[in-house]
């Protein structure tokens, strides 16, 4: 699959981004993930959350406005909206676990065809464990969103059938974001809403090791952004 041919992180970050609604309270990941609050659409209230104690992020810090000990839960210098809350561990997991997320965007190393969810460690020789806050996140919020490359740097499916690596969580993902598609995780099955306009339905599923089916819905993905 040509690297031309895909979206890039930040397109990928656009179109959660357009998907999260107004009014929202929503966690972004460690990785991927932090790139959609780069895109959120002017209109819309979306209150960010992150795992270390914070609830109304604004943008990136820079310059003057970087604060050392402001940053999220990637150490990134952020700034905080008017009405801004700072709490400590124990309260910003109750939060999390108390279902007082509505959206949680995270990364994953693999995602079955059952919406598990597979995301703290890979089977590489040097991997790290890396578990989080994922596994709390992942059963704590209402809605669960999952941003991925389609497939692995060798080119094998990070969508499954069966997950081969340790579980973050079991039958949590709506939705998956990749570099080629939008993909619903329903009760019945894996079902493409969107897909890049370059790919085909079936070279799609020859890259998938779960089946796919269209859904009702389904559309091109249109981009409002330049690759790069």
């Known amino acids: 699959m040509n690297a031309a041919t895909r979206l890039t992180r930040h397109q990928i970050a656009q179109l959660v981004a357009n998907d999260l609604p107004d009014g929202a309270v929503v966690n972004l990941g460690i990785g991927m993930p932090v ?58 997991f109750a939060m999390i676990r108390g279902g007082h997320l509505d959206y949680t965007v995270l990364g994953a190393f693999q995602v079955s065809e059952h919406g598990d969810l597979a995301n703290w460690i890979s089977d590489a020789s040097d991997a790290i464990p890396a578990i989080g806050g994922a596994m709390d996140l992942a059963v704590g919020a209402k809605h669960l ?65 779960a089946p796919l089916r269209r859904s009702d819905l389904f559309r091109v993905i249109e981009l409002l952004l330049t690759p790069s």
């Open 35 to 92: 790139l959609v609050g780069n895109y959120l659409p002017m209109g819309k209230e979306i209150v960010l959350h992150s795992e270390n104690g914070i609830l109304g992020m604004g943008a990136v810090a820079t310059g003057a406005k970087i604060n050392p000990d402001l940053i999220d839960a990637s150490r990134r210098p952020i700034t905080l909206l008017p009405g801004a809350s700072i709490s400590e561990h124990t309260v910003s």
């Open 145 to 209: 969103f999952v941003m991925m490359e389609h497939v692995t740097r060798d080119g094998h499916p990070k969508i499954l059938r069966r997950c081969t690596y340790p579980l973050t969580g079991s039958r949590v993902v709506d939705r998956i974001y990749t570099d080629v598609a939008v993909i619903d995780v329903q009760t019945d099955g894996l079902f493409v809403s969107a897909l890049i306009d370059s790919m085909s339905f079936d070279k799609l599923q020859s890259i998938t090791d």
